[in-house]
Nanobody
Framework: VQLVQSGAELRNPGASVKVSCKTSGYTFTDYYIDWVRQAPGQGLEWMGRIHPEDGETLYAQESQDRVTFTADTSISTVYVELSSLRSEDTAVYYC???????????WGQGTQVTVSS
């Protein structure tokens, strides 16, 4: 099982960014993919999840206004898009396969998103 994320991004405040997480080694539609981020000096923050089979999503309350999860089953890839970026969105963003019991055995390598003018 592998989750491979897209590379680092630098954006101005107010812009948008889209991070990808390409999966392989298992049946893509069998598991939720969760998104988690870690800001500098902070703990992990759960952002939400998507089920690739039907696109069902669940967003953390803090994420629901500016965050969108999507999935492309043709290429076994999920995406997180953040809009109206703020400096507080500067963080490393991770995708992780949800093992159905609230744990994560497989993680992407992380994508640094930096929001700065």
């Amino acid at each position: 099982v592998q989750l491979v994320q897209s590379g680092a991004e630098l954006r101005n405040p107010g812009a948008s960014v889209k991070v990808s997480c390409k999966t392989s080694g298992y049946t893509f539609t069998d598991y939720y993919i969760d998104w988690v981020r870690q800001a500098p000096g902070q703990g992990l923050e759960w952002m939400g999840r998507i089920h690739p089979e039907d696109g069902e999503t669940l967003y953390a309350q803090e994420s629901q206004d500016r965050v969108t999860f999507t999935a492309d089953t043709s290429i076994s890839t999920v995406y997180v898009e953040l809009s109206s970026l703020r400096s507080e969105d500067t963080a490393v963003y991770y995708c992780a396969r949800n093992e159905r019991v609230g744990s994560y055995n497989y993680w992407g390598q992380g994508t640094q998103v930096t929001v700065s003018s």
